[in-house]
């Protein structure tokens, strides 16, 4: 009881700079510059412990790392502030990258290989889309069952094998290996999806319908917006851009493989969501924060990686880590601990 | 006020399966006027202003507007034409601004993005014609706000659409003395600029404070329309409570309205 009088006197005489900093931190974002704090001092960590995590040849790595698990949890972005939840995105992916991989090997033709991936993608994104808003599943369970279906789609496509060589075509190479103006073309790919949703999300009124819907579905069906068509196209988004992470995972690995290397992505996209400041309730978040985090994910991850530490523990590492950002947030929105949450 | 009626219905049934819910029943409203809809628990208040609304189809009968028989199929055929309706509590999105929940689902734009400068003199204008000084900023997010400048926004956001009828389902029912007079200012303030106003209200002194005609539901039946100034409070109560007063009021049994 002391000690809280004795800090409660200079606490008192500074309300004009507090509020002052309180503007500036509302301006920027609190849960971004927490990202910006975080992934500073896991650079300085890491870098004071091997010299050779700040190389340029390592931070390329960092990024090509990022780049498919960036361009899912952005998409996760949307579904997550339409309120709803894409778990199926990592097989998805899979799905399309064993596609893209054998069109590729049937016709030769890249641009034709990757427009099919896309198209597969879209479908799948439909059929949760459907299955979640017609035959009324919850999100969470719709999309865990296509997640097993899926990841068996694309096995039984590929008998469980990696598909076809695609490094043998100028375009694969261009995405696998390229770059334009001294950046891999990878995080162009990015930056570009990342770009066009931004700008969808703040800037149009279907990024605004996005956010409405997540955060009163009543009211937005009452101002006559068309819920269901929002919730499917969201879920084809999700598809195509699972798509494009596949076609990028055929392009870095010059295979299709049904799970390797897309399997428990949708973990780090949700994460990588949820650190970023969405809330799971739907209504809030975005693209930059989603970023943010994904860089500190995979700052992280690489860091661990280099200095040995095993996968094993990564994997608790990364599981807690969406525990703790989504108990953050649900303190932040001061809810009560009281039965399920919601 | 010698102008007609900017809606009316008549003979109006409506049944949800076995159960009839309105029988016949007629209404109308007058511009300029706020017309308080009563009745108890039940009674088919918000049945009726849902078939308004287009939310709910009617099964039997005529609906005019301005004079002419509309047909209205769903909430944006009532839209419009120029029927708002405010929900008690229900439509507003906390995670938005003032200016985004006014414009919820009819976004202006100017090309493909928003147009967020026109949007926000548009909803400045709106609160500013209907007198509203309480909130501080436009870009405030509604979550911040307190029940009656909540009220006030979704009153507003009805207003913004040069709507010619608003209807306003419970405004007062969550709100504390002050706020309430303020939203009921502010809806006499709407029938002052020309609108015609429909207040659902279970509070007698509400409806006695701002309407200049009252119609009573009884058993989904309209047991009375009739001028505020020509009924007392016990007078009105009764309707609520047995469909009848003196010489008001649905004969016994057969249900016919007088």
């Known amino acids: 009881m002391t000690t809280t009088s004795v800090q409660a006197g200079p606490g008192e005489q500074a309300p004009e700079s507090r509020r002052r900093l309180g503007d500036l931190i509302g301006a920027v974002g609190a849960q971004n510059l927490i990202l910006v704090l975080a992934i500073v001092l896991v650079v300085v960590v890491f870098g004071v412990i091997n010299p050779g995590y700040l190389a340029w040849a390592n931070i390329r790595v960092i990024a090509d790392a990022v780049t498919i698990a960036g361009l899912l949890a952005v998409v996760q972005t949307v579904v997550i502030i339409c309120g709803a939840l894409d778990i199926s995105v990592g097989s998805a992916t899979g799905v399309a990258s064993v596609v893209s991989a054998m069109a590729f090997t049937a016709t030769q033709n890249a641009l034709a290989s990757m427009g099919l991936a896309i198209v597969v993608g879209l479908v799948l994104g439909l059929v949760n889309g459907v299955i979640i808003v017609y035959g009324r599943v919850n999100p969470v369970i719709a999309t865990l069952a296509t997640l097993a279906a899926y990841r068996g789609f694309a096995q039984l496509l590929s008998n469980g094998a990696a598909m076809g060589f695609v490094l043998g075509d100028d375009l694969w190479i261009f995405i696998s290996r390229g770059s334009l103006l001294g950046l891999p073309t990878l995080m162009w790919i990015l930056a570009a999806v990342a770009l066009a949703i931004h700008l969808l999300l703040k800037y149009t009124d279907i990024g605004r319908n996005i956010y409405a819907i997540g955060g009163n579905d009543t009211a937005a069906r009452l101002a006559g917006i068309n819920i269901n068509k929002y919730l499917i196209a969201v879920y084809a988004l999700a598809g195509v851009v699972s798509a494009i992470a596949g076609i990028i995972l055929t392009a870095r690995t010059g295979f299709g493989h049904p799970t390797s290397g897309s399997s428990g992505l949708e973990l780090k996209a949700i994460t990588a969501a949820a650190l970023g400041g969405c809330a799971l309730a739907g209504g809030k978040g975005g693209v930059g924060g989603t970023l943010l985090a994904m860089v500190l994910l995979g700052a992280l991850e690489n860091g661990l990686t280099l200095n040995n530490i095993s996968t094993f523990w990564q994997n608790v590492a990364q599981g807690a880590l969406l525990v703790i950002a989504v108990v953050i947030q649900q303190r932040r929105s001061g809810e009560r601990a009281v039965g399920l949450p919601t | ?258």
């Open chain 2, 1 to 258: 006020m010698s102008q007609g009626p900017v809606l009316e219905l008549r003979g109006i049934d409506k049944s949800f399966g076995p159960v009839q819910v309105l029988h016949d029943v007629a209404f109308s409203v007058y511009p300029g006027e706020v017309t308080a809809l009563v009745g108890d628990n039940g009674a088919g208040k918000s049945t009726l202003v849902k078939c308004i609304g287009g939310i709910h189809p009617i099964d039997a009968g005529e609906y005019f507007f301005e004079g002419e028989k509309v047909q209205v199929n769903g909430p944006r055929d009532a839209a419009a034409l120029g029927v708002e309706i405010v929900y008690q509590d229900l439509a507003l999105c906390d995670n938005l601004d003032i200016v985004q929940n006014m414009f919820l689902g009819r976004e202006r734009t100017s090309g493909l993005v928003l147009d967020e400068a026109m949007m926000e003199e548009m909803a400045a204008k709106t609160l500013a014609g209907l007198s509203v000084r309480t909130v501080k900023s436009l870009r405030q997010q509604v979550s911040s706000l307190s029940g009656g400048q909540r009220q006030t926004v979704a009153i507003a956001k009805a207003v913004l659409w040069n709507s010619k009828v608003v209807i306003l389902d419970e405004p007062t029912a969550a709100l504390g003395v002050a706020q309430t007079a303020q939203v009921l200012e502010l809806v006499r303030r709407l029938a002052d600029n020309g609108l015609a106003v429909v207040l659902i209200s279970h509070n007698m002194n509400d409806v006695f404070a701002v309407s200049d005609r009252i119609a009573a539901l009884y058993l989904g039946r309209m047991a009375a329309q009739v001028r505020t100034s020509d009924v007392t409070h016990s007078q009105v109560v009764e309707l609520i409570t047995s469909g009848r007063s003196g010489e008001l009021g649905l004969r016994n049994g057969n249900g016919a309205a007088s």
